[in-house]
């Protein structure tokens, strides 16, 4: 079984930055991906951004140019660094790892909230 434990969200104001880190565990088998998804009250679950284990990422629309991913593949930890932070991504926001062979894993979800 798969364990991802997320952490870095909170309450910031608009402008400010956060930096959410979800690290993977147990028996993860073979990485093709992973990402942040986030779910905002009333909305449907969307994807913020993702890497693959190569090294390419996504990002939604809207946050490109303010969110950028990274990950560190001998830790199987994935980071979600988020600056110039609006009220509109206030939201839970879930890890989630794609592999190969196997069905998806998420994370339990942190919340951020932007707000003054």
């Known amino acids: 079984q798969v364990q991802l434990v997320e952490s870095g969200g909170g309450l910031v104001q608009p402008g400010g930055s956060l930096r959410l880190s979800c690290a993977a565990s147990g028996s993860i088998g073979v990485i093709y991906a992973m990402g942040w998804y986030r779910q905002a009250p009333g909305k449907q679950r969307e994807l913020v951004a993702r890497i693959r284990y190569g090294g390419s990422t996504n990002y939604a629309d809207s946050v490109k140019g303010r969110f950028t991913i990274s990950r560190d593949n001998a830790k199987n930890t994935v980071y979600l660094q988020m600056n110039s932070l609006k009220p509109e991504d206030t939201a839970v926001y879930y890890c989630?790892?794609?592999?190969?062979?196997?069905?998806?894993?998420w994370g339990q979800g942190t919340q951020v909230t932007v707000s003054s």
């Open positions: 989630n790892l794609a592999r190969l062979g196997s069905g998806d894993a």
